[in-house]
């Protein structure tokens, strides 16, 4: 037989061991995954519905409540970088489980807040419990798929924001019904429900995640060995080109570019997150109808962000389809800024967050195109954390405006400027990101 007869015959055996080997890790992983960072999620934002009663119990103005709300990102900042170095030490399922369950225990801890100062402490609390499980996931999808995969599975890793915001709007609306159930306030409900599942779903963590491929009895010897040298060969490619120190990371100005990147992102993404069941009920709406209005943009969000990231990988683009939303964004948030008719506003904002959404799974492809072992850890956490910075900037921005004006429309317009430099800085640095694809095939 030729050598041309024997690869091709060999060819199909690769695909189908690709195939299963991608089948078993998505099917294993991404559904669990899912719903750990759906609860992450929805125990960060649900502050948002909370505010609708809590407000007004405690008597926060809009700037002490953006105060409260943007804290978080300040314990998130400090210990972003160490926890994720903490994940590549002791391993992913011992490190997420430690997050999930105190982050967990303070989210529901929220229900015990009886004034500013225990506002801000727990809100700090919180945002140094949950650091570095976001980046900590990324980095952990890295050790399992091949460059080609992982603007699908981290936007199928990801989707659980916009639907944590879809399923968990409602549900909020809804717990504020229980008001006066054993004494308690609606708000305070709803941060001991939605803070219990984190703390369950920890301790399962710990048991379930499986740290790498090679301890991985879930996968045959041969799904290992296909994933072991596919991985392998990637690293090799950028270690090629050059293999970073964790310190030439953590100030390489490609990173600090991209975290500039990703603040004026996460600008945009949380400024919108807490403040728009304030501007839907403002509408005129009661609790319940508000957690329903509010769900419709995540939902296009949800749907596009998928549809998004698949087609960047089959184009093998990046730059295109992290910039290009981002100015969509921009576009939208600043025209909702002139709109009064609550229909208008709402389909508004549902471009906004369509742009948001394409955005997010996107990015994350960028840094893990030429970063990896150590260097990928801090390098994500260090990108993660000064973007969220801007989970502080975004919101304060709107309420300081709100607070000065008693309208979020300013806040709005002036928010759009966080996406729209985010979008003209990737097209400017475009030019230097490295293909992930480059020299794997």
């Excluded at 069941?277 to 749907?303: E, S």
């Excluded at 990046?318 to 969509?328: C, I, M, Q, T, W």
Aim: aromatic letters at 14%; one cysteine or more.
């Amino acid at each position: 037989m030729s050598q041309s007869a024997t690869l091709a015959s060999a060819t199909p055996a690769k695909s189908e061991i690709e195939t299963s080997t991608i089948r078993a890790i998505s099917w294993r992983l991404i559904p669990f995954l899912v719903l750990a960072y759906f609860f992450s999620y929805l125990d960060r934002v649900n502050l948002g519905f909370a505010a609708l009663e809590m407000n007004a119990d405690l008597k926060f103005s809009p700037l002490v409540f953006a105060w409260g709300a943007g804290i978080f990102f300040i314990g998130y900042f400090i210990f972003e970088v160490p926890s994720n170095l903490a994940l590549e030490k002791f391993g992913a399922s011992r490190w997420i489980a430690r997050i999930m369950v105190t982050w967990g225990i303070i989210s529901a801890a929220m229900a015990m807040v009886s004034g500013e100062l225990s506002f801000y402490v727990l809100r700090f609390l919180l945002g140094v419990a949950e650091a570095g499980f976001f980046p900590g996931i990324i980095l952990y999808l890295t050790y399992w798929y091949p460059a080609e995969y992982r603007g699908r599975f981290i936007a199928a890793f990801a989707i659980a924001v916009p639907v944590s915001t879809v399923i968990g709007a409602p549900i909020s609306g809804l717990l504020l019904g229980l008001d006066g159930v054993m004494g308690l306030r609606g708000w305070q409900w709803l941060f001991i429900i939605e803070g219990i599942p984190s703390v369950l779903l920890g301790i399962v963590t710990w048991f379930y995640l499986t740290d790498k491929p090679e301890k991985a009895d879930w996968l045959t010897t041969e799904q290992k060995t296909w994933l072991s040298a596919r991985l392998q060969a990637e690293i090799a490619t950028k270690q090629a080109v050059r293999h970073l120190t964790l310190g030439e990371a953590l100030s390489s100005p490609k990173v600090l570019t991209l975290s500039l990147i990703y603040f004026g992102f996460v600008g945009a993404l949380y400024g919108m997150q807490f403040w728009l069941p304030q501007i839907v009920k403002a509408f005129g709406l009661t609790n319940a109808q508000t957690g329903f209005v509010t769900a419709i943009p995540y939902l296009f969000g949800t749907i596009a962000m998928i549809l998004w990231a698949r087609h960047s990988d089959a184009t093998r683009e990046r730059v295109a389809h992290v910039g290009g939303p981002l100015l969509l964004t921009a576009l939208a948030l600043g025209t909702a800024s002139y709109i009064t008719d609550p229909a208008i506003t709402m389909i508004v904002l549902t471009v906004a967050a369509i742009g948001i959404f394409c955005t997010f799974a996107v990015f994350w492809t960028l840094p893990t195109a030429w970063l990896s072992g150590t260097a990928a850890a801090g390098g994500i956490a260090l990108i993660n954390s000064i973007g969220n910075l801007a989970g502080f900037g975004g919101p304060y921005l709107v309420g300081w405006a709100k607070d000065a004006t008693g309208s979020t429309s300013a806040g709005l317009l002036v928010l759009s400027l966080l996406p729209l430099v985010a979008g003209l800085l990737v097209f400017l640095g475009g030019h230097e990101t490295k293909t992930e694809f480059a020299g794997v095939k």
